[in-house]
Nanobody
Framework: QVQLVESGGALVQPGGSLRLSCADS????????MGWYRQAPGKQREMVAV???????HYADSVKGRFTISRDNAKNTVYLQMNSLEPEDTAIYLC?????????????WGQGTQVTVSS
């Protein structure tokens, strides 16, 4: 069973940096693609960055060059390094794990961590 716990959210000034972590208590972390999504008040949830089980990454255009997703399979943890933060990055950031088995996609979500960018 996948259980995701995010941490690292905080209040930060524009231009600042944060590193989010998402730890999975399950035993098959390396089999999952992992991702960070965010949801701001009144807006739809959007993909921020994803990393496949093989380590390939993909980013939303709005965060390219500023955010970096990485994973440590030995620690069952995925990270999101966020630099040059902007007020528009303010949102709840949610961790996602997904995999396909027998043609069906399985998604798991964490509870989220709040990131607020404000002076």
């Amino acid at each position: 069973q996948v259980q995701l716990v995010e941490s690292g959210g905080a209040l930060v000034q524009p231009g600042g940096s944060l590193r989010l972590s998402c730890a999975d208590s399950g035993s098959t972390f390396s089999d999952y693609s992992m991702g960070w999504y965010r949801q701001a008040p009144g807006k739809q949830r959007e993909m921020v960055a994803v990393i496949s089980s093989g380590g390939s990454t993909h980013y939303a255009d709005s965060v390219k060059g500023r955010f970096t997703i990485s994973r440590d399979n030995a620690k069952n943890t995925v990270y999101l390094q966020m630099n040059s933060l902007e007020p528009e990055d303010t949102a709840i950031y949610l961790c996602n794990a997904n995999r396909r088995r027998f043609g069906k996609r399985y998604d798991y979500w964490g509870q989220g961590t709040q990131v607020t960018v404000s002076s």
